[in-house]
């Protein structure tokens, strides 16, 4: 396999490179790309140092990688995943550039990964409070059906990559200055991630409400969400309301299907939290499912947002596509 990782000096893009050791994928060829700030710093693979090198328009003549992996945000992979594309590379995007691109696919392997099976092209990766949210009920709406999803989320500073993180210790030691958030973030709650639109949702909000239609397979399951930024560093957490189609039975009955997904933890421990359970795993907790009858239930999940929404997701798609496709 040959590899390219954009972004490799990014959040998301340095933990590409993590779980790609942990998962023990050794590419023949491996290189890493960022912007001309980074261009010559080296990053660490296995016990190699790759130098970073600077992503142009000039770039590597086609047929040179099997797999282009992007993290360098929505403005970077809209001129340059075409190019890969074009060039050969199956491309796996973490940005928000195609995921509602009818022609492209947006994957959560463990449940729409068989479409991987014999495409080319770019491949879009869910947003983060998408991934965590899907995999925590898409067991019940396999079994049940899901008709509606209120969901309220509390998503860590490092969703806005190492600037949102950085804005946070400063406010920590002080500084008063709130850029990449609305409102001081410090021991504070900001319910605005990403742009408002005219009709007051915001940006990240319309993407739960679009996204999992698309994995799930079913346009007309209508979704509520309200996405908010915490102090948090690590791991989003969200509380999920759901109505099925058809009854579910008993809580128990319910718990056991949740068990069956794979990457999930159903959790007896009442109170799971992103910093001290999720952070720096790759499995979406899933804890406090509650309900009042037999077509309504209350669910907690916490997910590490850098793995489980962005890196493991990424590099569970490229190993997915590279298996059904006999890449090695
Ligand atoms: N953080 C999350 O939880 C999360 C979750 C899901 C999806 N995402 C998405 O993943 C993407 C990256 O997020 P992040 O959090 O990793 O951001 P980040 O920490 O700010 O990293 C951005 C990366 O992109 C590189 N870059 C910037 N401009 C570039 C250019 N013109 N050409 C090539 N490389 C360029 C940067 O390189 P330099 O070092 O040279 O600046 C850096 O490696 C975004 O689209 C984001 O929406 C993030």
Not at 76 to 98: H, K
Not at 230 to 252: A, D, K, N, Q, W
Request: with cysteine; hydrophobic share 40%.
């Amino acid at each position: 396999m040959r590899l390219a990782v954009v972004g490799a000096t990014g959040e998301v893009g340095r933990t590409m490179v993590r779980v790609l050791q942990e998962q023990g994928v050794r590419p023949e060829v491996i290189r890493f790309f960022a912007s001309k700030n980074s261009a010559g710093t080296t990053v660490k693979f296995f016990d190699q140092d790759v130098t970073v090198e600077e992503l142009t328009p000039d770039w590597v003549p086609a047929g040179t990688f099997d797999y282009v992996i992007m993290s360098a945000g929505a403005s970077v992979s809209r001129w340059f995943a075409p190019i890969a594309a074009e060039r050969g590379a199956t491309v796996i995007d973490n940005s928000s550039c195609w995921r509602m691109d009818p022609a492209k696919l947006l994957v959560v392997p463990e449940i729409n990964g068989d479409l991987l099976k014999g495409y080319r092209g770019i491949i879009a990766n869910p947003n983060c409070s998408t991934i965590q949210m899907v995999l925590g009920f898409y067991k019940v709406h396999e079994k049940f059906g899901i008709k509606t999803i209120v969901v309220s989320t509390y998503q860590a500073v490092s969703g806005a990559g190492r600037r949102g993180m950085d804005e946070l210790l400063a406010q920590e030691q002080g500084s008063t200055e709130c850029k990449k958030f609305a409102a001081p973030i410090f021991r504070n709650v900001v319910p605005q991630i990403d742009d408002f639109l005219p009709d007051g949702f915001t940006k990240e909000e319309m993407k739960m409400v679009n996204e999992p239609r698309k994995i799930l397979r079913d346009d007309s399951i209508m979704s509520w969400p309200t996405t908010v930024r915490v102090p948090v560093l690590y791991g989003h957490s969200e509380s999920v309301f759901v109505e099925t189609r058809e009854p579910f039975g008993t809580i128990e009955n319910l718990l056991d299907v949740m068990r069956t997904q794979e990457h999930v933890v159903v959790s007896d421990h009442p109170v799971v939290t992103p910093a001290v359970d999720a952070a720096g795993t790759d499995t979406t907790f899933v804890s406090r499912v509650r309900s009042f009858d037999d077509r309504h239930f209350l669910q907690w999940n916490v997910a590490d947002n850098v793995r489980v929404g962005a890196a493991t997701n990424a590099v569970r798609i490229l190993l997915k596509h590279a298996e059904l496709n006999g890449i090695r």
